[in-house]
T-cell receptor, first 111, second 117 residues
Framework: GEDVEQSLFLSVREGDSSVINCTYT??????LYWYKQEPGAGLQLLTY?????DMKQDQRLTVLLNKKDKHLSLRIADTQTGDSAIYFC???????????FGSGTRLQVQP | EAGVAQSPRYKIIEKRQSVAFWCNPI?????LYWYQQILGQGPKLLIQ????????DSQLPKDRFSAERLKGVDSTLKIQPAKLEDSAVYLC???????????????FGQGTRLTVV
């Protein structure tokens, strides 16, 4: 994967659902990842999905994977102000273990 | 379990000076990565080590950047001489050893913010 694309910005109201979208390039990617970055901090792994799955749910997080369209989404239910951060989608570089990241989606949660 | 440690947290230098960053990965993690994150962008891989050997340094600007991982644990990344466009956050990450195709989850440090003036 060399070009992972994400929309730059999303604003939602507290309590609403947020959906962050990503398109990736390498159809052979075995795992796809979502990372969260808060201001001044490193990247924190939120969740990941194995490529043979269509959906993975983890508490307020739902990951949907459409392999045909190479589309990945992250849904955050009941979004809180503490969810305000930049969210990165990532896939392994083709044939390698290192990750390639999108440019990130800045999520702003309005009280 | 202690996380990935990096130092310093912040560094300001003048262009053409040199700078070094240090990383201590999670204990037992065989793979170590250095990423560069320019403001407003996602992290980009600079170099990947497996134990003390370089696996991938294809995106490392070798005329000015160097990195080493002596004894397969700590690592240092050096820039000499620095340019204005090197201003970025330098992130270190580590992964446990895994077979190809297995989960490549990486754990990140807080990063070093470099400003070149």
């Amino acid at each position: 994967g060399e070009d992972v694309e994400q929309s730059l910005f999303l604003s939602v109201r507290e309590g609403d659902s947020s959906v962050i979208n990503c398109t990736y390039t390498d159809s052979s990617s075995t795992y796809l990842y979502w990372y969260k970055q808060e201001p001044g901090a490193g990247l924190q792994l939120l969740t990941y999905i194995f490529s043979n799955m269509d959906m993975k749910q983890d508490q307020r997080l739902t990951v949907l994977l459409n392999k045909k369209d190479k589309h990945l989404s992250l849904r955050i239910a009941d979004t809180q102000t503490g969810d305000s951060a930049i969210y990165f989608c990532a896939e392994p570089y083709t044939g390698r273990r290192a990750l390639t990241f999108g440019s990130g989606t800045r999520l702003q949660v309005q009280p | 379990e202690a996380g990935v440690a990096q130092s310093p947290r912040y560094k300001i230098i003048e262009k053409r000076q040199s700078v070094a960053f240090w990383c201590n990965p999670i204990s037992g993690h065989a793979t170590l990565y250095w990423y560069q994150q320019i403001l407003g962008q996602g992290p980009k891989l600079l170099i990947q080590f497996q134990n003390n050997g370089v696996v991938d340094d294809s995106q490392l600007p070798k005329d000015r950047f160097s990195a080493e991982r002596l004894k397969g644990v700590d690592s240092t990344l050096k820039i000499q001489p620095a340019k204005l466009e090197d201003s970025a956050v330098y992130l270190c990450a580590s992964s446990p050893r895994a077979r190809t195709g297995m989960n490549t989850e990486a754990f990140f440090g807080q990063g070093t913010r470099l400003t070149v003036v």
